[in-house]
Structure formats: C-alpha cells, structure tokens
C-alpha cells in the first residue's frame, strides 16, 4: 500500500495565483484532513472530512477551499494565494473519527512558496 | 481540548531511556492522550495512545498518573534514529457535532540523542 500520497512535493506561485494541492489515500479510512506548519509551530489543521461529501473547517480554513467527493481524495484548494500561505502542508488520514481511532497517518508534505 | 505543557528540547544518550514529559492539568475524564513524533521535515508519526492505563507497544511507553493530569512518553532505548520533535496531545473522547474532531499539535519536544 503506498498509504497518503501527497502530490506536488514542491511548488512555487506567485501571489494571486491558484492551485490544487493533491492528496489521496488507498487505506479506505473514513478521516481525512489538512494541516499547515509554518517554521518554529506545530501544525495548524485547515480543513478536515469525516466521510465523502461531508467537511468542515478547522483552525485556520481562510483562503483554502476542499471537498471530498470520493473516500480516496482529499484536494485542498488555493484560491488566491497569498505569500502568508508559505508553507508546509501536510495531509492526513485515519481509519475512524471516533474516540480512541485517531491514529493519524501523514503524507510527506508539500513544501509551498508564495512570492 | 485541554492544554498540553511540553518542555522545547531535551536530550538523551544513546542507548539510554528517553522520558518525556507532558503536562495536561486540565484534562477531563473522557480525554486520550496521544503522542506523535515528527522527524526532521517529515510527516508526524502515530506513536501510542491511552486513556486511563498505561500502554506499551512496539515504539513506546506511555505512563500517565493516577489523577491523569501528566503522563510520559518513554522510549527503552533510544537511538539516533529517534531524535525528532515529539507532541503530545489530548483529545476529547466525545463524538461531538462539526468542530470537535480536532487533533492539536503545539511545538512539542525536540529529543536530540547523542551518541
């Protein structure tokens, strides 16, 4: 199983640009979510889904838009992006939302730059 | 979710226990604990989980007080391969509406093992 495969790994946009960061798991897990880490900080959850056509925000969803039309994807969307967006961002999944199930598993991450 | 108190670094000699504290003076009674590590650039990594009981597993164990309000992450014998930045977090256990279901990473540990 390749497990959360994150695609780009790198990417560069000038500011106002948009982009699809792309995230797709083969483990059948109901959870899945985005987070973003900036230098120095843990990870700050952006948007996260609890099944197919079903998400919600997290802590910082500003200027990120998602959906989730199959259990396998997850892409998070860059409207217009802004060099306050530099960052790294992660995808994860876990089998179950319910207490107890949370063990999360994470891409490698896609390290963004805004110009 | 209740607040975690982490010390920013530690370090540890190879071959030796590594313990890491966390302190979570809030937590309530239906909380987990989890704990996750995050080498150099990479994805965080699922390490254990507990509610009341310690617990042990193939990377770790978790030890947390009578009264719940800290626990320790101990690795039996750490080695180069696991200096990285290890969080703790608490998660309310309680299926709630849109919202609850968030995993917040702080800054963590950053464990350097020495040879």
């Known amino acids: 199983n390749a497990g959360v495969t994150q695609t780009p790994k790198f990417q560069v946009l000038k500011t106002g640009q948009s982009m699809t960061l792309q995230c797709a798991q083969d483990m059948n897990h109901e959870y899945m979510s985005w987070y973003r880490q900036d230098p120095g900080m843990g990870l700050r959850l952006i948007h996260y889904?609890?099944?197919?056509?079903?998400?919600d925000q997290g802590e910082v969803p500003n200027g990120y838009n998602v959906s989730r039309s199959t259990t396998e994807d997850f892409p998070l969307r860059l409207l217009s992006a802004a060099p306050s967006q530099t960052s790294v961002y992660f995808c994860?999944?876990?089998?179950?939302?319910?207490?107890?199930?949370?063990?999360?598993?994470f891409g490698s991450g896609t390290q963004l730059s805004v110009l | 979710d209740a607040k975690t108190t982490q010390p920013p670094s530690m370090d540890c000699a190879e071959g030796r226990a590594a313990n890491l504290p966390c302190n979570h003076s809030t937590i309530s009674g239906n909380e987990y604990v989890y704990w996750y590590r995050q080498i150099h650039s990479q994805g965080p990594q699922y390490i254990i989980h507990?509610?009341?009981n310690n617990e042990t597993n193939e990377m770790a164990s978790l030890i947390i007080t009578e009264d719940r309000k800290s626990s320790t992450l101990i690795l039996p014998h750490a080695t180069l391969r696991d200096t990285a930045v290890y969080y703790c977090i608490v998660r309310v256990a309680d299926i709630g509406g849109a919202g609850s279901y968030q995993l917040t990473f702080g800054k963590g540990t950053k464990l350097s093992v020495i040879p």
């Open positions: 994860a999944s876990s089998y179950s939302y319910l207490p107890g199930g949370e063990k999360l598993f």
């Open positions: 507990g509610l009341k």
């Open positions: 889904s609890v099944g197919a056509g079903i998400t």
